[in-house]
């Protein structure tokens, strides 16, 4: 108590930096003043000024609403916004157009400055003396006739840094539209906020009409816009529900992840160092300035590796450590082992390596078509003869489209290797490819899985390789090593999704029936992800359809409808399935989004409104289940039963989100006859169930619940006679019974999975268990001008057969249709000309936020579904629907053809994935976005 006079005086001494002053002129307030303060003190003279005076109040809110979240509100300051001088800052470009001041303090004495061009000399430098802080600012009032507003267009709605934004005054003369005075400023496209000022001359003086603007307008592109882009290269814009068993842990943020784990006595970590270069020679590697520095114990390179140096997947090899050449930027070359993460950071920017750049380097799918680098065997299927069928199709059009986030961790243990991982597949790649890598037998590495964050397949390979490096460090120093990549790191040596370049020529008849397709896939061999490039090649097939359309003057959903399939039929790999349920989910999904009235509405919105344009798309999809090559489809599981009756489950599939441990506690819980909360599931460990196969291709809980459901029908049978002779009595009684009779409480379970093949030499096979199928509806209301959406309303309808767990169930259905939103929308990487990637991580990479969620969303399971091929007639959900992210993608291309309509445009566009803001405005053709065209700009892949 004694204390707190002395810590009011401290508060005091600083009151001057967070006072408040209001006068019919305006806000004073402190530049240590926190947003969250500020726009209270904003929203109280809204309503305390007339409202003529509020309009820079009323601008300023607007964007202060949007500075980070609430905590972060809580302890920025207006002072520090604009001290830092971000070129992004949502306030600087509305302050400044709105006639704010500051006053700066130093040991001279204070002076009033002006928030204007002047004051930002360039990237993080204002015109402050090295001395001098920002002690107030003042907001003034908008006087009569004053107007002002702020603009803001980001990749996301919150949480995103903005793309572009602007902050605009304009003054008229008394009772005249006639210009007396306006200031425009922009942030985003530049070093600094930027003026307008020839924009602005073209404006004073003249009536406030369509022909100033335009005036304006033509001025402003031919000089600030174009100066951006020519000085700034790097501004890419980056049965019953069961709550899933650690829900509460991981929403209260107790769960345990790989990096939560607590250091360990003399632990190291390492830190991966990368290649700079696209395709060079390595000719030398210097580490000795490395080794100079404090805390440096080791640089592991691939000559410290006493085993196998590479991996191989899909039949080529890869390098864990590059040793003579590097082929791409961010290729692991060394690692650089210390006492603390800053001390290995350090050691890793010392090392020093030496290149000698190769001139056959290629940096796209069209330069690997144009050079034929491919990766062999190109695979090909045909059925019946195509070229005929083009030739007898009454049209023929040709198309193409183009497509262009969770740690790894590992922590390995000396000795017996312990490793520690968060990967998709515990077994057949950790496992093998550390005790491959150290040169030692595979029963001398045990590899644990608690959780993964998420991963859907972005795990499969490179970990496995990080998960070798650690071992090797681990190995050679004697000592526990930790490996953790930062989002940077991550995003740079793990790799993105499969960039897909797609081409492809259909014949059809004049009431829209397709007859004839070729089609051509080119995939950038990347991370594998949810679907492993089959949401990005079904994109192809769903933009042939919307040309059809498009091509014929009709309606994409009419087209889909005719060519959809409705009787027992036979894939172009010769595979035959029921589309039953398919056609059941098209006209359900067709009737509960009430798409028809719907479509109605639509074309009457956009008939009324010139720049807001909305757009509706209903997308089926057929998905295959379970892996091509057989083998990979099996399981094992061990179960324990103890003697108080409690269960331990072990299994080969790794939680990542997707609520497999969930539903593996409810078929244990089913086949014994217990109680839920008397089973636990640790984690996916290889001492107890060795050999396991991936958690992928939607087969997780196909596959270890038949497992788990073999193991525990073992045991309940071994207690049957304990059951007979005491038919009345308990589990716990039972148990114990079993126990003093010397009968097993441990029993293995195997389940040998479906034979499936695929066999390219003769173009046909069984490749899939069986199908899911769904349809998925989505609306979206665009922005013609800026190419900003909205997705108003999503109905999903889904074939999941009888629902192991309908809550999580329905909750991976949206989880997948907003990867795929972002995927088909919003998730782009960014690459330098020299192959290096700018889109490192939330600030220039965007996924989906609560805010990009359908404002309507309903998720609908199809009734009276079974499956026989799988455990209790259900099917496997994780992939199919992030498909059905698509319909928005599609939703927005039908918008932008309305916008295009009113161009007097008809007939197919080319509109890219991901369908980010630029590409729909510029799609829209609008008169703006041909001026921007005239003005010799390329961007975009929409040509009017």
Known sequence: MAKSPHLLT???????????????????????CSMSVLKSVLERSINDFPPESTHMFRALLQQIKLVGGQQIRNVATLGGNIASAYPNSDL???????????????????????????????????????????????????????????????????????TVNAGMRVWFNANSNVVKEISIYYGGVGATILSAERACEQIVGRPWEEATLSDAYTVHKSTEIMNV?????????????????TALSQATGEAVYCDDLPQTDSELFLVIVTSSRPHAKITHIDFSEALKLPGVVDVITAKDIPGKRFRTFIGYDEELLAEDEVTCVGQMVCAVVADSKPHTKRGAAAVKISYEDLQDRIFTVEEAIEKESFFLPRRKIERGDVEKGLREAEQVYEGKIVYHIDFSEALKLPGVVN??????????????SVAETLGIPSNRVSCHVKRLGGAFGGKVTKTAILASITAVAAWKTGRPVRCVLERGEDMLITGGRHPVWGKYKVGFMKNGRITAADFQYYANSNTAFRGFGVPQCMLVVESMIDDVALKLGRLPEEIREINLYKEVSHTHYKMEFDPENLVRCWNECMEKADFRQRRQAIDLFNQQNQFKKRGIAIVPIKYGIGFAEGFLNQAAALVHIYKDGSVLVSHGGTEMGQGVHTKIQQVASRELNIPASLIHISETSTQCVPNTCPSAASFGTDANGMAVKDACQILYNRLEPIRKKNPKGTWQNWITTAFLEKISLSATGYYRGHDLDMDWEKQEGKPYAYFTYA????????????????????????????????????????????????????????????GVLYTRGPGQYKIPSFCDVPLKFNVYLLAGSSNPHAIYSSKGIGEPTVFLGSSVFFAIKDAVTAARKDADLTGPFQLNSPAT??????????????????????????QP
């Open 419 to 432: 490793v520690i991982t968060a990967k998709d597949i515990p077994g057949k790649r950790i496992n093998e």
């Open 229 to 245: 882009l020519e000085g700034q290269s790097a501004q890419d814009p980056v049965g019953r529900p069961m709550m899933h068993r």
């Open 10 to 32: 401290e508060v005091n001494k600083f009151s001057r930096f967070v006072c408040l002053n209001v006068s019919d002129k305006g806000v004073c307030v402190g530049a240590g």
């Open 917 to 942: 803001p630029e590409r729909a405005c510029l799609a829209c053709a609008t008169h703006f976005t041909k001026m921007v065209a005239q003005s010799g700009s390329t961007s975009g892949p929409a």
């Open 92 to 162: 600087t470009p509305v302050l400044a157009a709105g006639r704010c001041t500051l006053v700066a303090l130093s040991k001279d004495g204070r002076r009033r400055v002006s928030i204007d061009k002047y004051f930002f000399l360039g990237f993080a430098k204002t015109i402050l003396k090295p001395d001098e802080i920002v002690l107030s600012v003042f907001i003034p009032a908008t006087r009569p006739n004053e107007i002002v507003h702020a603009f803001r267009h980001a990749p996301r709605k919150e949480s995103a840094l903005a």
């Open 775 to 834: 349809v998925g509806c989505s609306e979206v209301e665009l922005d013609c001008l800026t190419g900003e959406y909205r997705t108003l309303r999503t109905d999903i309808v889904v074939d999941i057969g009888r629902s192991i767990n309908p809550s999580i169930d329905i909750g991976q259905i949206e989880g997948a249709f907003m990867q795929g939103l972002g995927l088909y929308t919003m998730e782009e990487l960014k690459f330098s000309p020299s």
